[in-house]
């Protein structure tokens, strides 16, 4: 299971606020079956088959071009990890109980 997080910035709008795309972006992703999400005031973690994240990005990205936008800018992170069931809850965890 992997954890991405994905920031997407429209290039060539025509005003700063980016939240109409934000939306747009964020609802073809948040009732997909097999990907848990979470919107973040810097952008969108998401959990679930490496594949499906991969897909469920680009998806994303078309969402916002749809909206008229000719350019965006994508920033991806992933943290694919083999050796155990990684989850939100177990990343937050670890570092909740290290906390003093």
């Known amino acids: 299971m992997a954890i991405l997080e994905l920031t997407l ?13 934000v939306a747009k972006a964020y ?20 959990q679930g088959d ?6 469920a990005v680009r998806d994303m990205q ?9 350019r965006v800018y994508s920033v991806i992170k992933i943290d694919d990890r083999r050796d155990k069931n990684a989850s939100f ?3 937050l965890d670890s570092v909740n109980k290290r906390l003093k």
């Open 62 to 70: 078309e969402a916002v071009f749809n909206e008229g936008v000719d």
């Open 27 to 46: 609802d073809n992703v948040r009732n997909k079956e097999n990907i848990k999400v979470e919107l973040n005031p810097m952008g969108t973690v998401m």
């Open 50 to 55: 490496i594949d499906e994240l991969l897909k």
């Open 9 to 21: 910035v429209p290039i060539g709008t025509q005003t700063t606020s980016l939240s109409q795309y």
């Open 89 to 91: 809850e177990q990343k």
